[in-house]
Structures are given as C-alpha cells and as structure tokens.
C-alpha cells in the first residue's frame, strides 16, 4: 500500500478485506467518513454493519454482532412463517393430510451461478421428469450452456415439460433454445403469464424462485426445497396452468376463424344472445350452438368464462 493510496489495489476477496481491516482501524482512530472509502471497501464494512451509510462514524463490533444477529432472527422468522404457511394448505390438499409436523430442508440461493451449479447435480440424479414454468430466462450465453445439459436428459429419457410466459419466449436467444428442446422430445406450452417460476423433478425436490424478477432480468432470490409433499402440491399447480397453455410453435389466433373471435370477443364484452345473433346474422338457436361448441373448445365452464379465457390467450388481440 503507497503513501498516496493508503488502501493499495482491492481487486480479489482477500486484498478486499485486508484493505477493509485497516480501513475500520483509521476509521476509529481517525473518523475518515465512509464515503470517502473504495467502493469494494465500503461494501465490505456495510455489508458486516461495521459503518453505516447513515452515520458518520463507525460501529463497534459490539453492535456491528448485534444488528447482524437481528437481520438473521428476522430472516428465520420469516423462513419459518412461510413454511408454516405451506404446512398448512398442504393439509388441506385431500390424499396428503399430515399425521404430523414435517421438516423440510431448504437450501436458499442469492447467486445465480451457484443455484446453475447446484441444478447440475439435481439434473444429473434426476431420473423421470422435470415440469418447469419459466417466466423468465437466463442471458443467451448461459441459456446455450444449458441447453446442452437438457438435451443430454431428455437424450437419456427425462420427461421435460416446460411451461413459459409469452414474454420469456420472445426474450434473446429462447426462441432457438425452445425449437432445439422441442426437436429432442421436450413438451413446451406458451401462456401469457405463468404465476411461478419453479422446476419440480421427480415430484420429489422443488427450485422456486422467491423474489420477483428485477427491470425484467433473472429472479432475485431462489430455495431449493426437498420435500416429495411440497413438490406434489407444485406439480398440481403446474398440471392446472399446463392446460391454460398452447402448443409452442403455434399462433392461437391461426386456431380460430375470424367469426369465432368476433363471437368470443362480443362474449368478453357481455353482449346478449339477440346483438350477438343480429350482428352474426344468424339465428339465436344458431348462435347457441355456436357459443356451445366454443365454450366446450376453451375447456371453460361458462360463457363468461369462455371469454375470460380467450381473452388470456390473445385471442382477442386486434379486433
């Protein structure tokens, strides 16, 4: 370290902290303002609560421990509510009532690059099937890496079955991994949201995705759950939006003739039987018929529904 740069070169984690070392002990001795600091520095002492971007001054280690403590206590607290949570509609579900408390062992990921690492030794042990919702994907090198591995599995006789948000399939580089996956044997369905973004293999481990996706990026914060209870219940969610979905590679708008549309898109709107019938042209036992065949079609339970559906599906796009 030179007399002009009393820090040196922080590149690498332990010239960071060699470097953060010595900086607390000036800072106690001389109150140099943290922001005066190198970054890497910086975010070495606030991250161990050491400065505080709000004081002027350092904390002692005293109280440095105790506000490291409290952040743990509050994220074991949360950690235990939520499976609490989980626990309890697990009861609910009918076949899996529990005689008792289940522990469940959760592995949390902040770093996307471990959690690929990890997924790598899940894929390798899987045996049977991976059912996966994406609702959004990695940068186009990394989805290329991966893609490699998925074909290895499904070449080995891994069921994959992926369900991803019409967003995700128009980001770079996924229209080509989705065409490859859907050649090898994957079955891929689009929906125009997906409400999780998960993968259940073997029905016996779960990868969630916890925190939201950040400016549309990757999620923030990942848990690997191993319970063969919770991924039942997963996959029960992932076999409901399964059928809301449509067969990668087809334009549900193609599907359907434009009189069709018009019908479902008079149905979303609340038309009568009547304007619907004197606007078609046709008569209202005609019409019947019609909206019957439709309904059956979009697996809805009632006309509203029919139109709700369709309207998810983009099939009123530009009427």
Request: include cysteine.
């Amino acid at each position: 370290m030179s007399a002009e740069d009393p820090y040196g070169d922080c590149a690498g984690p332990e010239r960071v902290e060699a470097a953060a070392r010595a900086a607390y002990r000036e800072l106690g001795s001389a109150g140099r303002a943290p922001d005066a600091l190198p970054e890497a520095v910086r975010e070495w002492l606030t991250e161990r609560r050491l400065v505080d971007g709000d004081r002027p001054h350092t904390n002692s280690p005293e109280r440095a421990l105790h506000e490291l403590v409290a952040d743990q206590q509050r994220s074991l607290g949360e950690l235990h509510q939520g499976l609490g949570a989980l626990h309890d509609v697990l009861r609910l579900l009918p076949g899996l009532r529990l005689a008792g408390r289940e522990v469940v062992e959760a592995e949390f990921f902040a770093d996307r690059s471990r959690l690929r690492e990890r997924m790598g030794d899940l894929d390798a042990l899987c045996r049977d099937e991976i059912l996966g919702m994406r609702s959004t994907f990695p940068a186009p090198e990394a989805l290329e890496e991966s893609l490699g591995e998925d074909l290895a599995m499904l070449a080995r006789g891994v069921g994959i079955q992926l369900l991803v948000s019409n967003r995700a399939a128009r980001l770079p580089g996924v229209a080509r991994y989705l065409s490859r996956m859907r050649e090898h044997g994957a079955r891929i369905r689009l929906a125009p949201a997906v409400p999780l973004h998960l993968n259940v293999v073997d029905r016996a481990v779960t990868v969630l995705a916890l925190g939201p996706a950040e400016d549309g990026g990757e999620p923030a914060e990942d848990v690997v759950f191993h319970s063969a209870r919770l991924a039942s219940c997963f996959a029960r969610v992932f076999e409901h939006h399964w059928g809301t979905g449509l067969p990668h590679g087809t334009d549900p708008a193609e599907e359907w003739t434009p009189r069709e549309r018009e019908i479902l898109a008079l149905l979303a709107a609340g038309a009568k039987d009547e304007a619907i019938a004197r606007r078609l042209g046709c008569s209202e036992r005609t019409l019947r018929r019609l909206l019957a065949a439709l309904v059956s079609r979009l697996g809805a339970e009632s006309r509203f529904a029919a139109g709700v559906r369709a309207a998810r599906l983009g099939l009123l796009d530009g009427l």
